[in-house]
């Protein structure tokens, strides 16, 4: 309307001019009239050729101006039509450049969150974090969609929303984001909030690794190591692996990896706050009060975990610092120990400084210390026996050093057999760059036999050192407080990725049924699953566990003698108490196996003696055992008897039992006859 009227408007304005121009050019006709009447003859003459001459000239310059107006159309018209192409260049170059502004903003708002995540120390610095990635993802930047489409699956921010994670997901996919494929091949595997369809999976899992995913590297390897949905396969198994490996192995080295507690649900059942992995609150508070009181052993505790980052405390340089300072004031060698080590990888609470640490490294091996001699043996490096010494003593990280030194002939001759025997002593108290180191020799066949299946063990070990292991932290916290679901998908994709403890937690959770984000018909078998998966990585509990499903056809039919097979590993494997005890049960009824109470009475003794837990329910079930039979016996007596008396009635007569009461009278009167006085 605005633009009709503004058409209507210039139009108005042209139609003015327009008519003012032609009154001007009436009033000139009409002044040249006039001073034509008033010239003589001969001046109108004159006058005349003027005018014939200017109106030649005129005509002239018409023509110069026909010819110049039709070179200025044509130039006009080549403008025309090359104006649409420069336009359309003008234009695609300011969206370009939009583009690349909006590009630079997201990454810029991108990384912003990113620091307040990883800085976040509360609920509302995480919140203001989320809100920069939205931000972010609204300019388009695909690491800040993937990070709200996981915040939305694992319910990290506000309430999970599965579906609307699943639509971002697989917008997420068609860019190419590995995050997305690896996120929606571990939904179909499962089935939660699609279709379950573990060929799918593969593909998504497949895609995924292709395109980087760290994550789906792992999941492939330990799917070809389990022969899961594909051929068992172990070299293959073996790269996927590797390639994890090696990337971890980088971030060990910076001093990035951080060890994280995997708390198991099944052994909490009663008090889950009490669990000895995660540091309960008060127990904290009390310990605090005894550092402060001046207890060394528990400063040094302190500062260890908040070193580190343990039992559920956050990593904390300058807590550290300070415990280990007035436990090092007391005269801990651990402590000081610590403080050279702190010193010289260098953090914000201890700036980089060899001369501090080189002072309290040699503090802590003046007494003997083996963190001490180590952290000497680092500063020296070739160390003159330094690091054999802190080695000898049984210190990891030294022995670690040792052998790296004889495996990359670092200072000495390259040595594999001593590099190896070093390797694995270290790897003993579950030093990961040693098992790293270890895994290498074994698949390369470098010092000892090559073996893909020990290499594939070792470099699993090393792949679940991986930063993803913080979802157990997550996982545990958010089933404490009650978020079932949450807690459910994250201990799920950390038991696709095989981690032995998240298949047995979310086993439990599924077999509780509390969970809402799969049908209550899918629970069973699914754990059944789980706990199968996690039997074969060596879970007695999970063994047990589906020896039970079978015994009660949970998730599938009742099976005695699957039970039994399985009841029969976890006590041959395992020596576990209840495996016994079920096993002596089905032995005592006969239940898929011949019935035998002689072993079925061993094998509760067993349990007794295995476990003292076991007393108890061994007692009640042997007392019923005996008391069963007892009445066996007796009913067995009583039918014995009357087969005698019916005897006795045939050869006696029908007055035998006169005739044995007389014998009895008879027996009783010489009883009292033969009584000494």
Known sequence: MKLLFLLIEMWMILEVIVKNTEAEEQEKNQKEKNVTKQLSVKDRKLLSQVLERKKQLKSVTSKENGLVNRKTQRRRKRKRTQNPYMLRRNVSSLRRQAKKNQTEEGNHLFELGTKMLNQSKSQKQKQEAYLLFAKAADKGNLNAMEKMADAMLFGDLHTQNISAAINLYESLAKEGSHTAQNALGFLSSYGIGMEYNQAKALVYYTFGSAGGSMMSQMILGYRYLSGINVLQNCEVALVHYKNVANYIADKLEKNEGVPVEKVRLTERLENLSSNSEILDWDVYQYYKFLAERGDIQIQVSLGQLHLIGRKGLEQDYYKALYYFL???????????????????????????????????????????????????????????????????????NAQFQLGFMYYSGSGVWKDYKLAFKYFYLASQSGQPLAIYYLAEMYATGTGVLRSCRTAVELYK??????????????????????????????????????????????????????????????????????????????????????????????????????????????????????????????????????????????????????????????????????????????????????????????????YWDIFMIIVIIIMLLLLLRNRPA
């Not at 039997?535 to 079978?550: C, E, P, S």
């Not at 016994?580 to 094998?603: C, P, T, V, W």
């Open 326 to 396: 007035k436990a090092a004031k007391a005269g801990s060698a651990n402590a000081m120990a610590f403080l050279g080590k702190m010193y010289l990888e260098g953090n914000p609470a201890a700036p980089q400084n060899n001369v501090t640490a080189f002072k309290y490294f040699s503090m802590a091996a003046n007494k003997g210390n083996a963190i001490g001699l180590h952290g000497l043996g680092l500063i020296y490096f070739h160390g003159k026996g330094v690091p054999v010494k802190a080695a000898e003593k049984g210190w990891p």
């Open 461 to 654: 070990g090393v792949c679940e050192l991986g930063c993803w292991a913080e979802k157990f932290l997550t996982a545990y916290f958010a089933y404490k407080d009650g978020d079932i679901n949450s807690s459910l998908v994250q201990y799920a994709l950390l038991a696709e990725m095989g981690y032995e403890v998240a298949q047995s937690n979310s086993a439990f959770i599924l077999e509780s049924k509390k969970a809402t984000i799969l049908e209550k018909e899918k629970m069973y078998p699914m754990a059944l699953l789980l706990w199968h998966r996690a039997a074969i990585q060596g879970n007695a509990f999970a063994r047990i566990k589906i020896g039970d499903y079978h015994y009660y056809g949970y998730g599938t039919k009742k099976d005695y003698q699957t039970a039994v097979t399985h009841y029969s590993i976890a006590v041959d494997k395992y020596h576990n108490a209840q495996a016994m005890f079920n096993l002596a049960y089905m032995y005592e009824h006969g239940l898929g196996i011949s019935k035998d109470i002689h072993l079925a009475r061993r094998l509760y003794d067993l349990a007794a003696e295995t476990s003292p837990d076991a007393h108890i329910p061994v007692f009640l079930a042997l007392l019923k055992l005996e008391t069963v039979h007892l009445i066996k016996d007796i009913v067995y007596f009583k039918f014995n008897v009357r087969w005698k008396w019916l005897k006795l009635d045939n050869t006696l007569g029908s």
